[in-house]
């Protein structure tokens, strides 16, 4: 027969034993869920809304605020990349577009919708200054407008055509020289000078091109005409 004391310590090793398999297959339960969750981790694919870039109009650093038309301009790389215009993720001009050419590159905007009104380039090294002259002359009231040069844009470049452009708002225009590099958002009707410009001198001693300066390139927010 088995003594009290026997059943007892028998009794004791078996629970001991159960304990130690339960507690075993609780850990091994345990890792598996890490293991496994570890694994689906890796392979569920990324929320891509959570790591993917915000994608503002015309590829602004940040968005403009209500009001504003979102604009991007970068004129003409030497005689070989012609300028480009964005404005409200729409592009205006390019090369690609194929309107853009020698000269001054210029794109009229309605400053109320944002609609482009016209494009057109004009050849300020072989062309004829009266249609620019012209065309300047005929931009209304209100309307945004958007320049940027290409190889050379001043050598027929009149004072006539200088006060036209200063008239939208431009400072540079009066030291635009020979294949300087410019870009410009100005406006008809506009009462002070305009903050969107930029003017690089054409310099041996800085050019980026060999006989041109680096291309320019601006952002920023053009305010909407509300009257």
């Given amino acids: 027969m088995i003594r009290a ?18 507690l075993a297959f609780q850990l ?48 003409g790389a ?24 020698r000269g001054i590159n210029i794109a009229l905007v309605n400053g109320k919708t944002g609609d482009v009104i016209k494009t057109n380039f004009f050849d300020m090294w072989a062309g004829d200054v009266a249609p620019f002259i012209k065309f300047l ?24 055509a200088r006060k036209l452009i200063a008239d939208l708002g431009s400072s540079a225009i009066n030291s635009l020289g020979f ?3 410019w870009i410009f958002v100005g406006g008809k009707g506009i009462k002070t000078k305009s903050p969107f410009e930029q003017h690089v001198k054409n310099s041996a001693d800085t050019n980026k091109f060999e006989g041109w300066p680096e291309v320019l390139e601006m952002e920023g927010c053009v305010p909407q005409r509300q009257d």
Avoid at 49 to 73: E, N
Avoid at 139 to 157: H, N, P, Q, W, Y
């Fill in 78 to 101: 030497a005689s070989v990349v012609g300028p480009r215009m964005c404005l409200e993720d729409k592009l205006l001009m390019s090369g690609v577009k194929n309107n853009v050419g």
């Fill in 179 to 181: 294949r300087d590099n």
């Fill in 5 to 22: 004391g026997g059943v007892l310590k028998l009794a004791a090793l078996i629970f001991a034993f159960l304990l130690a398999v339960f």
């Fill in 137 to 160: 002359k005929e931009i209304e009231e209100g309307t945004v407008v958007m320049m940027a040069s290409f190889d050379d844009s001043s050598t027929k470049l009149s004072d006539e």
């Fill in 28 to 75: 091994l339960e345990i890792n598996m869920d890490f293991k496994l969750s570890s694994v689906l981790s890796r392979a569920m694919p990324v929320n891509e809304g959570s790591v993917k870039p915000v994608k503002y109009k015309c590829g602004l650093s940040k968005s403009c605020p209500p009001g504003h038309f979102a604009f991007k301009i970068a004129s």
